[in-house]
C-alpha cells in the first residue's frame, strides 16, 4: 500500500493537469494583450506627434498667410467685431 500511495502523490492530478494549462494560456493572454497595449501606445504616440506638426504646420501658414495678405489687418485692442465689408450705399 505504502508504495501505491507514493506513485499516486508522484502523478500530478487532472485537475493539477488542466489547472496549470489554464495558467499557462492564461498568461498567453496576458503576454498578448501586453504586446497589444504597448502597440495601441506606439500608435497613439506617433497619432499625437502627427497632431503636434500639423498644429505647428497650421500656425505656420496662418502667419505666414497673415503677413503676406496686404489687406489683413489686425484687430486693435479696444476694436469690438463688426462687419467685415462696408457695404454701406
Same mark, same amino acid.
Given at each position: 500500500?505504502?508504495?501505491?500511495?507514493?506513485?499516486?502523490?508522484a502523478?500530478?492530478?487532472?485537475?493539477?493537469?488542466?489547472?496549470?494549462?489554464?495558467?499557462?494560456?492564461?498568461r498567453?493572454?496576458?503576454?498578448q494583450?501586453?504586446?497589444?497595449? =504597448?502597440t495601441?501606445?506606439?500608435q497613439?504616440?506617433q497619432?499625437?506627434?502627427?497632431?503636434?506638426?500639423?498644429?505647428?504646420?497650421?500656425r505656420?501658414?496662418s502667419?505666414?498667410s497673415?503677413?503676406?495678405?496686404?489687406?489683413?489687418?489686425p484687430? =486693435?485692442?479696444?476694436?469690438?467685431?463688426?462687419?467685415?465689408?462696408?457695404?454701406?450705399?
Amino acid at each position: 500500500m505504502v508504495a501505491i500511495s507514493a506513485t499516486n502523490s508522484a502523478t500530478p492530478s487532472l485537475r493539477q493537469v488542466l489547472g496549470g494549462a489554464r495558467v499557462a494560456q492564461a498568461r498567453r493572454e496576458v503576454d498578448q494583450a501586453e504586446a497589444n497595449a =504597448k502597440t495601441l501606445r506606439q500608435q497613439a504616440d506617433q497619432a499625437e506627434s502627427e497632431v503636434q506638426q500639423s498644429q505647428g504646420r497650421l500656425r505656420d501658414l496662418s502667419q505666414r498667410s497673415q503677413q503676406m495678405d496686404p489687406t489683413y489687418q489686425p484687430r =486693435k485692442p479696444d476694436q469690438t467685431i463688426g462687419r467685415i465689408l462696408n457695404l454701406s450705399i
